[in-house]
């Protein structure tokens, strides 16, 4: 068995199960053993019954009782309480109406799940049961717990990964002197262990190597987009920027001192006689986009083409029509290019832009399809460029003849961090907030507060200003439970309903939601309605993390914010606090525990995006296994730039080595 071969070449992978798997991206024998598990299910010692929290999972043992089975509006509902001395818990069960047999009165068992608020009470939802003899059997292992997806099982992956594991032979790129030294294992044993390991210690050992590999193949890529040096030579020379001091002359504020500096810094770069190759970095909301708009205009003026390439349509969007606003007056003729125009209008937009009859092109990975070609880009501005693969940025860099480069993130990195990441490129840093905004308010809550912050939100939305509710899930799911954006907002709605008429005033909230599996013209349509003010209120998942900038939105509730990284939730907060008004960023807790208020509280103490990730960082330290996926932070499977800083080191040594071999 080869590692490229298709994943139905496993034994006991069918042709429907390959299907299911390609949900997953694991489409050959290589990605099924790359599709490393999200966490450990570790069987512990059964709990107090007082002791079950919410939000986390438990194993109780106790006596069965008050055993009810009816049908609800939509499923058939199994409940019943297990108790031991120290109390009682409630647990739930919907269409397995074979249970009832199970659950004799005072017979005892052993039950397993996460544990929710049930209105007043704590429930489990669809426990596993066990009996004692079965239970002990399991105690202490590590089973491996993997994203699934319907009709998939982490135990049906677990023996797939399994017997591959059995057939294929790994070859090792790394000679053996130089894992020893770093006491990095085989690849081959790593790979097998992250999936088996028998305790924890070997998991973290097996994941060293694993993350080792990602920096160093993330190193070599970047290796590849740095420019030689005589690539260099800067061949569209910029020096006049008349029409850049005329726009900031009319812009309705004042550029902070960092923006200043960093165009200032762009100017000199694109008049040298060297290729600006520059990275700004800036905090959310601290006013990146105005800068790569002087840079443009700049560009245009002299009588070149300029890309604008963003990670979403919704992004793409609002540029657009922020730029078209600015800049049409300096006669630059702008272009959106999304992926959900139609082949006709894309191609129309090729032949425009081919042509020159366009200056700048604003647009999502689109911009890089192989039909398109520039009649001379002279610069590439990429927002957001932690969203973007390496090979994507090469791709747009490679639609011109060494065009100049400005890179764009939010992502706030240590600067030794950045100088290993984006050490081709000179780094500007706007670390200076619009005077005029108010330090956004931050609140940590649980879901008994649920109530009063909805009210609140009425309350803002009432004083003319807009909110956002952030859930972790679309739909509701059997394997993975949280708040699901569909469900929540029937709930919202009800709510507001209902606040209407017990405040007596009779105001209605527009609610309406947005998620990733919506159609790009339907993202696009409700995030226009909101940037418009016709919806108050939008649930949304994190789609709308990236950019977005809606200067009446005062409020952004967060569910289940344990989930999400702190990264993550500071780009989240981020989406308000953009207009003078006071802002109010709400965290919601789904489950209980020191260590998640420890995590939550650095939010609510820190607005500043780098202070956030310090702090972070120091919470976490190393030994922490799978952390928090930062969804679209520079995202490896397993690998985090802050708590991997030291192999990120190495890998960049190492690569640096090898290439100067090679
Ligand atoms: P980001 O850095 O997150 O991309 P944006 O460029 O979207 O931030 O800017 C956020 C908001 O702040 C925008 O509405 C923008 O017009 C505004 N803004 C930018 N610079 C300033 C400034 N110097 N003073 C006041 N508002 C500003
Ligand atoms: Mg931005």
């Known amino acids: 068995m080869q590692l490229t071969d298709p994943v139905k070449t496993v034994k006991g992978v069918g042709e429907k199960s390959a299907q299911l798997l390609e949900k997953l991206n694991i489409v050959s024998v290589e990605d099924l053993i790359r599709h490393y598990p999200r966490n450990y299910d570790d069987f512990e010692l059964p709990i107090k019954i007082s002791e079950a929290a919410e939000g986390r999972i438990v194993t109780v043992e106790g006596a069965v009782s008050r055993v009810t ?28 109406q074979y249970i009832v047999k199970l659950l004799k009165p005072g017979y005892r068992l052993i039950f397993r799940g996460t544990v929710k608020r049930d209105n007043a009470e704590l429930a ?43 057939e294929i032979s790994i070859d090792d790129p790394l000679p053996a ?20 390991p028998k305790n924890k210690q070997e998991a973290l050992h097996a994941r060293r190597r694993l993350v080792f590999e990602e920096f160093l193949d993330f190193m070599l890529a970047l290796r590849k987009l740095k420019s030689k040096k005589e690539e260099a030579k800067n061949n569209y020379v910029i020096t006049d920027f008349d029409a850049c001091d005329d726009l900031i002359k009319g812009l309705p504020f004042k550029l902070t001192g960092a923006q200043v500096k960093t165009f200032t810094d762009i100017k000199r770069d694109m008049s040298s006689d060297r290729l600006m190759s520059r990275m700004v970095e800036g905090d959310v909301g601290s006013g990146k986009t105005v800068i790569a708009m002087l840079a443009v205009l700049s560009v245009v003026k002299a009588g070149y083409q300029a890309a604008v390439m963003v990670p979403t349509e919704v992004l793409a969007k609002q540029h657009y029509a922020d730029f078209e606003e600015k800049l049409v007056r300096y006669g630059a003729k702008i272009e959106l290019l999304v992926g959900s125009m139609t082949a006709a209008q894309k191609k129309k937009a090729y032949e425009r832009i081919e042509k020159h009859e366009v200056d700048v092109v604003i647009g999502t990975h689109a911009l890089i399809q192989d039909a398109l070609n520039f009649d001379n880009l002279a610069l590439a501005v990429i927002d957001e460029q932690h969203r973007f693969g390496v090979n994507q940025r090469k791709a747009l860099k490679d639609k011109g003849l060494h065009p100049h480069i400005l890179s764009m993130s939010a992502t706030p990195i240590p600067r030794s961090l950045s100088l290993i990441l984006y050490g ?34 009425r309350k803002e939305v009432l004083n003319g200003h807009q909110a956002y509710i952030i859930c972790p899930l679309v739909e509701e799911s059997e394997d993975a439970d949280g708040e699901n954006v569909i469900d929540y907002t029937d709930n919202v709605r009800d709510f507001f309903a209902t606040s209407a008429i017990k405040q007596g005033d009779g105001k209605l909230v527009n609610v309406e939601y947005l998620h990733g599996k919506m159609k790009p013209a ?17 649930i949304s998942t994190t789609v709308i993390e990236v950019g977005v900038n809606v200067k009446n939105a005062t409020v952004m509730m967060v569910e289940n914010s344990e989930r999400f990284g702190l990264a993550q939730l ?69 690998a985090d730039i802050y708590a991997d800083a030291p192999l990120l080191s190495l890998a960049s040594e190492y690569a640096n080595k090898l290439t100067n071999i090679s």
Request: charged share 25%; proline share 4%; net charge positive.
């Open 69 to 96: 089975s009816m049908p609800n509006r939509r499923k058939k509902v199994v409940t019943c309480y297990v108790s031991d001395p120290s109390g009682a818990l409630k647990l739930v069960w919907f269409n397995q």
């Open 124 to 166: 489990i939802y669809q426990p596993k049961n066990y009996l004692k003899n079965d239970y002990v059997k399991l105690l202490g292992s590590l089973q491996p717990i993997y994203d699934l997806t319907k009709g998939i099982t982490s135990n049906f992956i677990s023996k797939a990964v399994k017997q591959a594991l059995s």
């Open 177 to 196: 002197s130089f894992r020893k030294e770093n006491d990095l294992p085989k690849l081959s044993d790593a790979i097998k262990t992250i999936h088996f």
């Open 424 to 457: 081709d490129m000179d780094l500007s840093v706007i670390n200076e907030m619009p005077a005029e905004r108010l330090p956004i308010k931050n609140a940590v809550v649980d879901t008994g507060y649920r109530p009063t912050a909805l009210n609140f939100i």
């Open 522 to 538: 339907e993202k696009n349509t409700i995030m226009e309605r909101f940037a418009a003010g016709e919806i108050d209120v939008l």
């Open 570 to 638: 500071h780009q989240l907060r981020g989406r308000v606090g953009r207009g003078a008004a006071q802002s109010y960023c709400i965290f919601m807790k789904g489950c209980e525990g020191k260590d998640v208020d420890e995590r939550l509280d650095i939010l609510k103490n820190n607005n500043d995006g780098f202070k956030v990730a310090e702090e972070d960082l120091r919470l976490r330290g190393p030994g922490d296994l799978f952390g928090i996926r930062q969804s679209g932070e520079l995202s490896w499977k397993l």
